[in-house]
């Protein structure tokens, strides 16, 4: 398991990222403006498990086992800067977590509207009962 914290511009946000054999699981959490070590640890004390566990997606990874030669690895590391920001396998699984989420919401907006109009509709026949017996 591991914990990246950084800054985003305006708030600092912790990055986890939890590997199980060859799938790894990522989540976001937002920190604040200007977090102590004392919210730090609260956090990796209180949430850091439950974050982990209501994460649904998982991304496969694979594991380079060969060892690259590091002036190579300065040329990739420079052609990458060069290239345009692609989203990293930590961006794409918070991306599906988040869709999940904004789909499970609708739902439940749809379901509380569809609750809020019987309840009108239901209102409206009451009132109109009542009208037509005489009070």
Not at 51 to 75: A, D, F, G, M, Y
Not at 118 to 130: D, L, P, V
């Amino acid at each position: 398991m591991e914990l990246s914290v950084f800054h985003d511009g305006q708030f600092f946000i912790g990055l986890v990222e939890y590997s199980e054999g060859n799938k790894s699981k990522f989540a976001k959490y937002t920190f604040g403006s200007n977090p102590d070590d004392g919210e730090v640890l609260y956090f990796i004390e209180k949430y850091l498990l439950v974050l982990i566990e209501n994460t649904k997606t998982s991304v496969n990874i694979k594991k380079k086992k060969q060892r690259v030669n590091p002036k190579r690895l300065q040329r990739q590391v420079a052609k990458e800067q060069r290239s345009s920001n692609d989203l990293t396998k930590a961006q794409l699984a918070l991306k599906e977590e988040q869709e999940l989420k904004k789909k499970q919401s609708k739902k439940q907006s749809k379901a509380k509207r569809d609750a809020f109009n019987e309840r009108k509709r239901k209102i409206k026949k009451y009132k109109a009962k009542e009208k037509h017996k005489g009070h």
